[in-house]
């Protein structure tokens, strides 16, 4: 058995609480995802253990019991059996085995029966990869559903029968979906075959959590992996049926791939920053409602298709609980992702563009726009090199102090009030565009002296 790598990795902190529970006369395993992860960098010389990551206890202590034996507990979950010990500031769950029954919500168990047996815990875990444990005082894995033999054929089974596993909680079948991509797994044949009759369970997660493993997802060196599962069994027709569209749209003659295809290619290709690689599977969600055929290129068109897209995304995230933030970051991508850049743009309308996009955009518009070469499927270097034209062009005008936002300007609304005389309002706002206007086409006109005389006449302009 694979435990040399865990024997060396396990926290300090672990090993204490797992004496304490042994010196009690009570069992300490460790569980979960850092034993699997250890046990495949242990297996596979290609696989990293990622720094970080919980790790999570097992014992047949009660819950009780565990909170006698440590000074500094907090009751996280007690009532299905989890405390968190507290050990130097860092939290260590501690969860008494148990076992699940008449789960009515696809979720939370509806009752819980603890027990005194290490198998009978895990076997009421997802998947035999998770359903391993191991003890760091005997250096001894328990293996009871073949977890490292899956892990050694890179295969995501369930722990006994999948279509139970899969009714207790709706969102083991995305978690499926997830670790087919981070863990670079197969789905088990019969496995893969329990998930869509098991979609009624998956109707029941909230949003909250479904966005949660999209995120998850997107950590992974090719998420589109998961989002072929996602999409092959059905629950992209629940999430995000928008998608679908994208399936088969055929392209111009430009991209090797439809729309679907591209977006998966677009999304693997972007930095594995998760709401990002969102950006990357959106980016191009539009193209299905705005294709047409033209006569004239004898080829098909997308007009619009990044307008449409913005408003498609935005409903859709909004479904999926993303933050204001992420929203407007990801909407934004949508929106701006169509960059027809040429050196002979003048540099009042790179200053435009900036302007339209925005500075806090632009690194992530260049990112994406690489990544959308990418997954074209053709040669993407002219486009890297356009793309890096723009950048240089944009960073030497930040460089000289282009005025991209009013915050730019040289005056702001409090000299429009003591120097110019107006009142707060809206033709403050509007005379404060219009110079931002002004100064994009003739950056030298950015001085407080030049933009108060043109804040008059504008003022003295609109009084008339």
Known sequence: MPTTLLAQ??????????????????????????????????????H???AGGDWDIATNARPAQVQRLFRKVIPTGIEHGTVTVLIDKEGYEVTTFRAE??????RRPGAVAFLDDITADLARRDFT??????????????????????????????VGTAAERFAEDGLRVLRAARFVATLEFDLDDQTAAAIEPSLDSYRKVSSERIRDEWLKCM?????????????????????????????????????????????????DACPPSPVLRVAGLLHDVGKPRSRAFSDKTEDYTFYNHEAIGADMARPM???????????????GLVRHHLICYSDEWSDAAVRRWLRRVTPELAEDLYALGRADAVGKGSDPQPEFDNLRRLQARVEQLLAEGAAVSIRDL??????????????????????????????????????REVLLERARELANAARQ
């Open 317 to 331: 995230l909004e479904r999926l609980k993303f933050s204001n933030a992420e929203r407007d970051r990801v909407v």
């Open 129 to 158: 990869v998770n359903a391993i444990a191991y003890d760091p005082l005997a250096d001894r894995l328990v293996d009871s559903f073949g977890g490292v033999d899956d892990i050694r054929a890179q295969r995501l089974r369930a």
């Open 101 to 106: 029954a008449e789960y009515h919500d696809g």
């Open 219 to 267: 950590k992974a060196q090719n998420p589109s992996r998961g989002f072929e599962v996602m999409r092959v069994h059905g629950m992209l027709a629940i999430t995000a049926p928008e998608l679908l569209e994208s399936v088969g749209c055929e392209q111009n003659r430009y991209h090797t791939y439809d729309v679907w295809g591209h977006a998966m290619a677009c999304m």
């Open 48 to 50: 990293r253990l990622e």
């Open 9 to 46: 990795v396990i926290p300090d902190p672990v090993r204490r609480i797992c004496q304490t529970l042994h010196d009690a006369g009570f069992e300490g395993w460790v569980v979960g995802g850092r034993v699997r992860d250890c046990i495949m960098a242990s297996l596979a010389s290609s």
């Open 410 to 447: 040289a005056i702001n609304g409090r000299d429009l009030i003591s120097t110019v005389g107006l009142q707060p309002g809206p033709i403050m706002g509007e005379i404060l565009r219009e110079l931002l206007e002004e100064v994009t086409d003739s950056p030298e006109r950015n001085t």
